[in-house]
């Protein structure tokens, strides 16, 4: 962890660590990518992206990595603005990944060290509590030989 504290990501993956959470964050990125990708390659290759809509389907299946093929630039710039989409979808999956596991085993992590700092506690009281019924009992010990002592020096 950074010195000055989580890093942007780690915060990001924190407020959507819930299951239903993770599912939604990834589907809105997801369709963040895909759609500045649409928007971008309907600029850059009007010919092979004519509406909007195919534009965003292309961008969504490149985006996901499935790619089935049907819709594809042709043009190298369409090419690379493809490039990108797909290094985006695969580096965007790893690092929510990542940061989703590195989450889950912190707060494993410390639900073990809660656990652990219980047990430490119960183990201390029942120490405490023996020793203080080994002080009474030397107490009571005490008085027991302070009244044979002074039954012997009577």
Same mark, same amino acid.
């Given at each position: 962890?950074?010195?000055?504290?989580?890093?942007?990501?780690?915060?990001?993956?924190?407020?959507?660590?819930?299951?239903?959470? &993770? /599912?939604? !964050?990834?589907?809105? *990125?997801? +369709?963040?990518?895909?759609? $500045?990708?649409?928007?971008?390659m309907r600029i850059l290759d009007p010919h092979n992206f004519p509406t909007l809509g195919s534009a965003t389907w292309?961008?969504?299946?490149?985006?996901?990595?499935?790619?089935?093929?049907?819709?594809?630039?042709?043009?190298?710039?369409g090419q690379f603005v493809g490039g990108i989409e797909m290094v985006l979808g695969i580096?965007?999956?790893?690092? &929510? /990944?990542? !940061?989703?596991?590195? *989450?889950? +085993?912190?707060?494993?992590? $410390?639900?073990?060290?809660?656990?652990?700092?219980?047990?430490?506690?119960?183990?201390?009281?029942?120490?405490?509590?023996?020793?203080?019924?080994?002080?009474?009992?030397?107490?009571?010990?005490?008085?027991?030989?302070?009244?044979?002592?002074?039954?012997?020096?009577?």
């Open positions: 962890m950074p010195r000055g504290g989580p890093s942007l990501i780690e915060r990001r993956v924190r407020k959507i660590v819930s299951a239903r959470s &993770v /599912t939604f !964050g990834l589907a809105l *990125t997801f +369709i963040g990518l895909a759609v $500045a990708g649409a928007v971008v292309w961008a969504l299946q490149t985006v996901t990595t499935v790619g089935y093929g049907d819709i594809v630039p042709t043009t190298r710039l580096a965007f999956i790893t690092f &929510v /990944t990542a !940061g989703v596991t590195s *989450t889950v +085993i912190q707060r494993e992590e $410390a639900k073990g060290r809660e656990s652990d700092r219980e047990h430490l506690e119960q183990r201390t009281q029942t120490i405490i509590d023996s020793l203080q019924q080994a002080n009474e009992a030397l107490a009571t010990l005490a008085k027991r030989l302070d009244a044979i002592e002074a039954k012997v020096s009577r």
